[in-house]
């Protein structure tokens, strides 16, 4: 995790080979065998690693993974925050302000807008007001956009938001008017251009460089 700054699972933390096994110890003391692991970076810092761990030896779902990396994602937007208004001498103001910033279950209510956004705009004939629905979901994303969102295309984009939503290919297919077979297409471009190597990971590396909320 702190090499590859990416959210990392072992289904047998004492076994798996791709880790350091720095805390051995302490997960046997535990007993705690799955284990999840997600980078909280602020400013391209990294401020530390929030785990999540059971007692069984089943791989944790993406449901987990997505609410643990949530969670990550909201103590970077607190710790973000605070930073910025302790630069400015308010420190009581960075706690207020903390404090309202939006739950993951917010955050889904988000996304699931934006994707939906997305998939409305691709339905209308009237070319001003798909213009205007893709510039409102243009306002949903991070501000800070890095080069790597040019190079998505708008009909990866309508993918991948499908995606976030937990379509499978058949129903992206459906909610796009596309075959399953151009929805491969796409995530496979889409993985190949973010170097992920799952539907899962392309998701959270948009998410990461502000492609999607």
């Not at 047998?12 to 970076?41: C, G, W």
């Not at 420190?91 to 998939?119: C, D, F, N």
């Not at 129903?171 to 251009?193: C, D, N, Q």
Request: glycine share 6%.
């Amino acid at each position: 995790v702190l090499l590859t700054r990416r959210p990392v699972g072992v289904s047998d933390y004492t076994r798996a080979k791709s880790i350091s096994h720095d805390f051995d110890a302490q997960m046997r003391e535990e007993n705690l065998h799955s284990i999840v692991a997600v980078p909280v970076i602020v400013r391209r810092d990294l401020r530390g690693v929030l785990y999540a761990g059971t007692h069984s030896r089943e791989r944790m779902g993406d449901k987990i993974l997505e609410e643990v990396i949530m969670t990550a994602r909201c103590l970077e937007q607190d710790l973000a925050i605070n930073q910025a208004l302790r630069g400015k001498g308010d420190p009581a103001r960075a706690v207020a302000s903390s404090s309202r910033s939006m739950s993951g279950a917010e955050w889904e209510q988000v996304r699931a807008t934006h994707s939906k956004l997305r998939m409305l705009a691709n339905k209308v004939d009237d070319a001003g007001l798909r213009r205007d629905l893709n510039s409102l979901c243009d306002q949903m994303v991070s501000p800070v956009r890095l080069k790597q969102v040019a190079q998505l295309s708008a009909r990866e984009l309508d993918v991948l938001s499908c995606v976030a939503l937990g379509h499978t290919n058949l129903e992206a297919a459906e909610e796009m008017g596309i075959g399953a077979e151009t929805v491969k297409s796409y995530l496979r471009s889409v993985m190949r251009k973010l170097g992920a190597h799952t539907r899962y990971e392309a998701v959270n590396a948009a998410r990461r460089i502000g492609a999607l909320p």
